[in-house]
């Protein structure tokens, strides 16, 4: 049975409030921002901030990391997404996707002539840059470790992805679905302390619109909390505007793999749909 650190109730209860909906806009609008930003965009105190940010941490919805003498805060999705997976089935799943798809494009043409903001960003658009993803799985630091690195344990979560190195400092990384005949990733291991810290430079290759994006870097970072980790994942070093398509199968991906080492099944998402059916090339 899957896990659900903080609760079900805590994502609802954080969710409940409009202004802490408010402050997941804002880190949806721009990722890590500090408590000071944070204050300058609400009409309540710094008190009343810092009161509404701590629910969202207990509720896993916001993740904090220090730079230097700042603290910044990050939006976390994967919580959001442990709760549609437990409700929403792998056979509903294709038109869920699909009706949420034809939404967001509708609204944003109708949306396209909208003012900008002060950043010159439109209001739905999310700032690039750094993203945070967290997630508490029941298992080992070795466990995780291997489902990370194993190439045939990755395929099983990671939409079908195997993965090859030979997992040590300044080694090559490739990522490829058998199954398509895609080449998904490329990159290098930048620093490998297992089962604790890992660190890749990455270059997504499946499509000409990402591989002009250049190569950002990922950071998976594996704390033993008791009989359980707490699995963070940092993307980073995006460039500005970067294509969504770069981070935003993290929530799928932590997911499939807490599904994976908790139940011992696989998840279904609309990354694995999408290459559920792939031919070899």
């Known amino acids: 049975m899957v896990t659900y650190s ?36 609400l009409p309540m105190t710094r008190f009343g901030v810092m009161k509404h940010l701590k629910v969202l941490e207990r509720a896993g ?12 805060h990050f939006l976390n999705t994967v919580p959001i997404r442990l709760v549609h ?9 294709p038109w869920a996707a699909t009706l949420s798809g034809l939404k967001t494009q509708l609204e944003e043409e109708t949306t396209m002539n909208a003012p900008t903001t002060q950043s010159g960003k439109r209001p739905w658009t999310a700032a690039p840059g750094e ?18 690195t194993d190439d045939q344990t ?7 992805v195997g993965v ?3 997992w040590t ?40 619109d990402v591989k002009a994006e250049g190569t950002s870097r990922v950071t998976w970072e594996i704390e033993p909390v008791a009989d359980s980790c707490r699995v963070t994942v940092t993307h980073d070093q995006l460039r500005a505007d970067a ?28 990354g694995s749909l999408r290459y559920s059916q792939a031919q070899p090339a």
């Open 6 to 41: 903080g609760g079900v109730d805590e994502v609802f209860r954080a969710l409940a409030d409009p202004t802490r909906r408010s402050l997941l806009d804002e880190l949806y609008r721009q990722d890590g921002q500090t408590l000071s930003a944070l204050e300058q965009r």
């Open 61 to 72: 919805l916001v993740v904090t990391k220090r730079r230097g003498r700042e603290k910044l």
């Open 85 to 93: 997976d437990r409700w929403v089935s792998k056979y509903a799943e």
């Open 131 to 148: 993203k945070v993803f967290e997630i508490y799985i029941k298992a080992s630091a070795e466990r995780v470790w291997d489902a990370i």
């Open 154 to 160: 990755r395929r099983k979560y990671w939409f079908g």
């Open 164 to 166: 090859t190195s030979d």
């Open 169 to 208: 400092p300044g080694s090559r990384v490739e990522s490829v679905h058998p199954g398509a005949g895609i080449a998904i990733g490329e990159g290098e291991n930048l620093e490998v302390d297992p089962p604790r810290r890992l660190v890749q430079s990455f270059r997504a290759l499946w499509s000409d």
């Open 243 to 270: 294509n969504s398509e770069l981070y935003g199968g993290w929530p799928m991906i932590l997911s499939g793999l807490k599904t994976l080492l908790e139940t011992g099944e696989t998840l279904t998402t609309p």
